[in-house]
C-alpha cells in the first residue's frame, strides 16, 4: 500500500480548493461594501466554472496514455478557459456597467493569484514527497 501524496490528501481538499473557497467568503463583504454584485456573481461563477472545467480536463488528461493527447487536452484547456474568462468578462463589462466588468475581473484575479499561490504549495509538497518516498 503506498500512501497518498500531500495534495491527495482528502484532508487537503479546502486548500486545494481554497481560492473558490475564498471567493465564496468574500460575498458578504462585497455587499456590505456596496460594490458591484453582478460582477461579483459573474467573477465568482465565472471561477468556480472553470476551475471545474480544470478539474475534469487534469482527470481526463491524467487518463489518456498518447502523450499527445496529454498535451493536447492541456494546452486546449488553458487556452479555452482563458478565453471564456477574458470574453466573459468584456461581455459583463458592455451588457452592464463598466464597474461590473471591473469587479468581475477583479474577483478572477484575486482568486488566480490564490489558486496560483496553493499549487505552487502544493507541488512542492509534491516533489518532496515523491524524493523520499
Do not use: N
Not at 23 to 38: E, I, S, T, W, Y
Not at 69 to 85: F, K, M, N
Amino acid at each position: 500500500m503506498t500512501a497518498a501524496s500531500p495534495a491527495e490528501d482528502p484532508g487537503m481538499l479546502v486548500v486545494r480548493w481554497l481560492d473558490v473557497v475564498l471567493v465564496l467568503l468574500a460575498a458578504p463583504f462585497v455587499l456590505v461594501a456596496g460594490l458591484p454584485v453582478l460582477g461579483y456573481v459573474v467573477g465568482a461563477v465565472l471561477w468556480t466554472l472553470q476551475r471545474v472545467a480544470q478539474g475534469v480536463i487534469d482527470r481526463r488528461a491524467r487518463a489518456q496514455t498518447d502523450l499527445r493527447s496529454t498535451v493536447g487536452l492541456q494546452v486546449a484547456g488553458i487556452v479555452g478557459r482563458g478565453w471564456l474568462v477574458a470574453l466573459t468578462i468584456l461581455a459583463v463589462g458592455l451588457a452592464a456597467e463598466r464597474e461590473d466588468g471591473a469587479t468581475a475581473a477583479v474577483v478572477v484575479l484575486a482568486a488566480f493569484s490564490v489558486h496560483l499561490g496553493m499549487t505552487l504549495v502544493l507541488k512542492s509538497f509534491e516533489s518532496r514527497g515523491s524524493t523520499t518516498a
